[in-house]
């Protein structure tokens, strides 16, 4: 996927301004359930493609790992998987006629546990890459960026070239990890020093890391840079230019059955505006699709 470059940057306003309101901007393994979607009936055609066996057991579980606000993270009770992805997969299993059962488990164990059987569905901001698509099948559904954040008065950064010499935390299991890492390999073989690349379990490690002076620069998809930023106050900011653009992609097993009903499912939800809306809720519209696709990974 190519994207021009104004249209690159004003996909970065718009998330920008819908995530957090920034100023200046218009307008103002533990199962849980998901938040509440907007209303969808059961689709007979869809629910028709759904493999016998999911459909005789009647429920969808879907894992996600719930530290990736706005995208997935724990509600206010404390126990709750909120955000996009939860309001999607919600919306997914309505209209396949499956009700929902959401896993919360650590971001690395995700794709072993969909080729152990062990859940039905990845929806955990997934960038579709062809890597993992060795390992398993993956359903298009947005676009988004890499985005860069530090502490006030820290190094300058404007992209990776620039995390030579400098200690980056990340999430395990993510693009970010692998993006650092093989920077650092860039830097070494240009005679710079390498960079310091802390991983941690979820997101939240790697933000902490950060605040804590552990780290100097923080990477993450971008909503959920945009998000970090303004939750902390001023603690944190942005920095540097995000890079991408990449697929956000729904996982499934290899040899599941499940990626035609999940594509169908979706083209039904953008057509009727459900997929937008609930977009729109989380501010995170300006990377909605209108084509989603099986196995669209770039790189």
Same mark, same amino acid.
């Given at each position: 996927m190519r994207v021009g470059k104004i249209r690159? %940057?004003? %996909? *970065?306003? @718009?998330?920008?301004?819908?995530?957090?309101?920034?100023?200046?901007?218009?307008?103002?393994?533990?199962?849980?359930? /998901?938040?509440?979607?907007?209303?969808?009936?059961?689709?007979?055609? @869809?629910?028709?493609? @759904?493999?016998? +066996?999911?459909? /005789?057991?009647g429920t969808l579980t879907v894992? +996600?790992?719930? /530290?990736?606000?706005?995208?997935?993270?724990? $509600?206010?009770?404390?126990?709750?998987?909120? $955000?996009?992805?939860?309001? *999607?997969? =919600?919306? *997914?299993?309505?209209?396949?006629?499956?009700k929902l059962n959401l896993a919360n488990a650590p971001f690395d164990s995700i794709i072993p546990g969909l080729a152990a059987k062990k859940y039905d569905v990845g929806m955990s901001s997934f960038t579709d890459t062809k890597e993992r698509e060795k390992v398993v099948d993956?359903?298009?559904?947005?676009?988004v960026f890499t985005g860069f954040f530090e502490k006030p008065g820290g190094p300058k950064v404007n992209g990776l070239a620039d995390l030579c010499g400098l200690t980056v935390s990340v999430e395990k299991g993510t693009t970010q990890q692998d993006d650092s890492t093989a920077q650092s390999k860039k830097c070494t073989a240009a005679g710079k020093k390498a960079v310091k690349v802390l991983v941690f379990p979820d997101q939240t490690g790697a933000n902490l890391a950060l605040s804590s002076g552990r780290a100097q620069v923080a990477m993450a998809d971008y909503p959920v840079a945009v998000y970090e930023v303004k939750k902390t106050?001023?603690?944190?900011?942005?920095?540097?230019?995000?890079?991408?653009?990449?697929?956000?992609?729904?996982?499934?097993?290899? $040899?599941? $059955? *499940?990626?035609?009903?999940?594509? =169908?499912a979706l083209k039904v939800l953008i057509a009727d505006g459900r997929y937008k809306a609930i977009l729109t809720k989380w501010g995170i519209q300006a990377g909605a699709i209108t084509t989603p696709k099986i196995n669209g990974a770039v790189s």
């Open positions: 690159v %940057w004003v %996909w *970065l306003v @718009v998330a920008a301004c819908g995530v957090v309101g920034f100023a200046g901007c218009g307008g103002g393994g533990k199962k849980s359930t /998901s938040s509440a979607a907007p209303a969808v009936g059961k689709n007979a055609k @869809v629910a028709a493609l @759904v493999p016998a +066996a999911v459909r /005789s057991k894992a +996600a790992d719930a /530290s990736y606000p706005p995208n997935e993270f724990i $509600g206010p009770d404390g126990h709750t998987i909120i $955000g996009m992805d939860a309001d *999607l997969a =919600a919306a *997914l299993g309505q209209v396949m006629g499956l993956f359903v298009t559904y947005y676009t106050g001023g603690q944190f900011k942005l920095v540097g230019k995000p890079y991408g653009p990449f697929p956000y992609g729904i996982a499934v097993p290899k $040899g599941s $059955g *499940l990626t035609s009903p999940l594509l =169908a």
